[in-house]
């Protein structure tokens, strides 16, 4: 089936960027997939690949290739396949990038490269998800809530190092999914999507959540602020339209309307990036300079993989 959707797809490039109608002949010769086929194979699989292609509504005409109209090949305008503008209101537009942004699968960013190529998303919407990311860690939350409800230990690989944990509350915060429990003596709180080679202890019960325990109580320090990073003091500058959310993660005063300047402590590099770029061109890091210097390579690798 993959060969079959694998040469289905090259003989819709072909097609596409031939700049004139191409015959069978050359599509045998050409596309991946004809080449080693006998005769009437291909006229079988050439015929079903066709058929395919008009079922998803490409399409697939038959031109003359001269004046005479005596051989004819095959093309696919590409201004009749490509989507035509749906003429989106600016409202609408924020809708898409708000729904983009509700759920994230894995690392994958096709919803948002959708709305790019339909206009854009909204200056200050950001980067990052507001909802959960289903990707990767919805792989092993099963396991973990398992954990958690019947008190099993853990051990797992966090940031190059060996962790063994007792789980005792999963929490959501910012697009992303946590993990809240006690390690070598000390609650610590792990972001879920940076565990790796999980194993989970066959004994349950193995050990008995404090009384009163609250994840929620745990998560009230922001994720930047606790982390095995070397403590730095970042400098930011946040542009009007974002300063109030800004000074309402930070808990600072400020003004709607005006521009913000804060210094926050980063002992968690990652997590702080990932919040910066969340606000997009409207916030800017103005030291240290390795700190500045991290995010703009950041977003240049992001740009650099957009198509």
Request: aromatic residues 8%.
């Amino acid at each position: 089936m993959q060969s079959v959707v694998e040469r289905v797809i090259n003989l819709l490039i072909y097609l596409l960027e031939s700049p004139h109608p191409v015959t069978a002949d050359q599509v045998r010769q050409t596309v991946p997939g004809y080449d080693q086929s006998s005769d009437d194979a291909f006229q079988r699989m050439f015929e079903r690949d066709k058929n395919v292609l008009r079922r998803l509504g490409v399409p697939l005409e038959m031109k003359a290739l001269d004046a005479w109209e005596v051989d004819h090949g095959y093309t696919v305008d590409p201004e009749k396949y490509a989507i035509p503008d749906p003429g989106l209101t600016q409202p609408e537009k924020v809708a898409l990038s708000l729904a983009a942004r509700m759920v994230r699968l894995g690392e994958g960013s096709a919803g948002l490269q959708g709305l790019l190529k339909l206009g854009g998303v909204e200056r200050a919407m950001g980067l990052e998800p507001i909802g959960a990311d289903l990707g990767a860690e919805a792989e092993v939350l099963g396991d973990l809530f398992r954990a958690v409800t019947e008190r099993r230990r853990i051990r797992f690989d966090y940031r190059g190092h060996q962790r063994g944990l007792d789980p005792y509350g999963l929490a959501h915060r910012r697009g992303h999914w946590y993990l809240a429990g006690e390690t070598s003596g000390d609650q610590r709180v792990f972001r879920v999507d940076r565990m790796e080679d999980l194993e989970i202890e066959e004994q349950s019960g193995s050990f008995t959540r404090p009384p009163g325990f609250k994840v929620r109580d745990m998560m009230k320090s922001q994720p930047w602020e606790t982390g095995q990073d070397a403590a730095v003091t970042a400098r930011v500058r946040f542009d009007s339209q974002v300063g109030w959310w800004a000074a309402r993660t930070l808990g600072v005063p400020a003004a709607v309307d005006e521009s913000l300047e804060a210094e926050i402590p980063v002992a968690n590099r990652d997590a702080f990036v990932g919040w910066i770029l969340s606000f997009g061109d409207s916030a800017e890091v103005l030291g240290p300079d390795d700190l500045r210097a991290e995010i703009l390579e950041r977003v240049e690798s992001a740009m650099a993989s957009l198509p």
